[in-house]
């Protein structure tokens, strides 16, 4: 609670110090430092109830799945843009299919999902406990999706969490 | 400099593309579901180029740390309003058309 406290200070600080630029007013700086700490305060008392708290170490793995859902982000734009201009080439077959998730945990679904629709061509239509219902532009993004890499990737990153 | 002048122009011109394309996918895609998906071109790497350009032509300064947290939160909540869209949309009872299926069609490249 204490480290998740000092992160959150710190966190919202430097934001706040690199959103307003005053870096010499101490008026305003000390402004800033007790807006800060009446947001991490509420936080606080809203995370109370959440038992979720591995945000830290989670976030240095988010790096490296990040730079890998980039190069995904560009292949998939890639197809729906050929889609778009060469409909003769490239035709579309739109696709429903139900993806099983293996994450555990509210946050790492919400990863999941929330990857899923990042990438143009595919959309994570309704969550439940069990899986994703996923809309696709194309039938080979479906596929691609019920290879299933992208849910291990984001059940690792949830593991690395604990 | 005339080479990050020249870097930061292509991605505007590569963002403006992809943008006019998505504004196009919308237009031609047949139903509710498939628009959101050229609406997701338009999200992702459309919005990703325009703002590196920009942020090339800021430098390094304030500014374009607070063009590169436009473009986390755009990245945050675009696919959760996609997302609640589509949702929407499927409890509304929003059929989609879809593909007849790979069986009884012949299979697509």
Same mark, same amino acid.
């Given at each position: ?5 000092? &992160? ?152 690395? &969490?604990? | ?82 997302? &609640? ?25």
């Amino acid at each position: 609670m204490i480290l998740y406290l000092s &992160a959150l200070l710190f966190s919202l600080y430097g934001f706040w110090l690199l959103l307003s630029g005053f870096w010499h007013d101490s008026l305003l700086l000390g402004l800033g430092g007790v807006s800060v700490l009446l947001v991490a305060v509420l936080a606080a008392r809203i995370e109370r109830r959440d038992p979720e708290h591995h945000y830290l170490s989670l976030l240095v793995q988010l790096g490296a799945y990040w730079f890998w859902l980039l190069r995904k982000i560009l292949v998939a734009n890639r197809d729906v843009v050929l889609a778009i201009w060469r409909p003769q080439r490239y035709p579309i077959s739109p696709t429903e299919i139900r993806l099983a998730s293996s994450q555990r945990t509210p946050t790492g679904r919400t990863i999941f999902a929330n990857s899923i629709t990042l990438t143009p061509g595919t959309v994570a239509m309704e969550v439940d406990d069990e899986g994703i219902v996923v809309h696709a532009l194309q039938t080979q993004a479906a596929q691609d999706l019920a290879r299933g890499e992208m849910d291990r990737r984001v059940s690792r990153l949830e593991r690395s &969490a604990k | 400099m005339i080479i990050l002048e020249i870097l930061s122009w292509l991605l505007l011109l590569f963002g403006a593309f992809l943008g006019i394309s998505g504004a196009v996918g919308i237009l031609r895609f047949p139903d509710f579901y498939t628009r959101i998906h050229a609406a997701g071109v338009t999200d992702t790497l459309c919005a990703g180029a325009i703002l590196c350009g920009l942020m090339l032509q800021a430098g390094l300064s304030l500014v374009s740390v607070k063009l590169a947290f436009i473009l986390l939160f755009l990245w945050f909540t675009s696919p959760t309003a996609s997302h &609640a869209l589509a949702s929407a949309a499927r409890h509304a009872g929003l059929k989609p058309h879809l593909a007849p299926s790979r069986e009884d069609s012949p299979s697509t490249p």
